[in-house]
């Protein structure tokens, strides 16, 4: 149990176009989904955390027009990045919330590579 | 924002020794969580700890929850190649907060 998928796996789009990047919770409900960036060799980096219903809380630093989340369902959130430009190439990966007995864990997606040419 | 001091952050070993890696941090913890990254992949859950002195295995994996609260460990035993990866620890303030990352500790795996 508790997969999260994500998808596409990778994506290359030229610069000015926008690319959406879907996370689904396969086996589980996730009122709580979180999205991070990773650059290569350090460690992930949260961008913004996504409630099912409500606006989604973006990180310091975290431009919450470039990148656009939704989470309209308990198993569905999306991040758009709008008018990608190649600074904007990195690894993208969803996690979401699950708690069973109080107890939270997170799991990851597969990730997402985007290069903006 | 914070980051756990993980140690160490790299690790060079023959197949079939163990390996010990650990992380600290200033702030009280209630979820210690150890992930495994592969290459391209997102991280995979290995062990989630939630209460002060807890310890867990998971096949060859064996961590603890520090009984400070400001501390866990994880080790491996008998490294097989398919253990290289990087590690992270992963830890929690409070229930609902997010997730503080260790810098990740890099293992490879000689054969």
């Known amino acids: 149990g508790a997969v999260v998928s994500q998808h596409p796996s990778w994506v290359i789009c030229k610069s000015g176009t926008s690319v959406k990047i879907e996370c689904r919770s396969l086996d589980f409900q996730a009122t709580t989904m979180f999205w991070y960036r990773q650059f290569p060799k350090q460690s992930l980096m949260l961008m913004a955390t996504?409630?099912?219903?409500?606006?989604?809380?973006?990180e310091q630093g975290v431009e919450k027009d470039k990148f656009l989340i939704n989470h309209a369902s308990l198993t569905l959130s999306t991040l758009t990045v709008t008018s990608a430009h190649p600074e904007d190439s990195s690894f993208y990966i969803c996690?979401?919330?699950?708690?069973?007995?109080?107890?939270?864990?997170?799991?990851f997606g597969p990730g997402t590579r985007l290069l903006v040419l | 924002g914070q980051q756990l001091n993980q140690s160490p952050q790299s690790m060079f070993i023959q197949e079939g020794e163990d390996v010990s890696m650990n992380c600290t941090s200033s702030?009280?913890?209630?979820?210690w969580l150890w992930y495994k990254q592969d290459p391209g992949e997102g991280p995979v859950l290995l062990i989630a700890?939630?209460?002060?002195?807890e310890l867990t295995s998971n096949g060859r994996l064996t961590a603890q929850f520090g009984i400070t609260r400001k501390d866990s460990f994880l080790n491996i035993s008998a490294s097989i190649p398919s253990d290289v990866g990087i590690y992270f620890c992963a830890g929690r303030e409070t229930s609902g907060s997010r997730l503080t990352f260790g810098e990740g500790t890099q293992l490879t795996v000689n054969p």
């Open positions: 702030s009280i913890f209630n979820t």
């Open positions: 996690s979401a919330s699950a708690t069973s007995v109080l107890r939270e864990t997170q799991y």
């Open positions: 700890l939630y209460k002060a002195g």
């Open positions: 996504s409630n099912e219903g409500s606006k989604a809380t973006y």
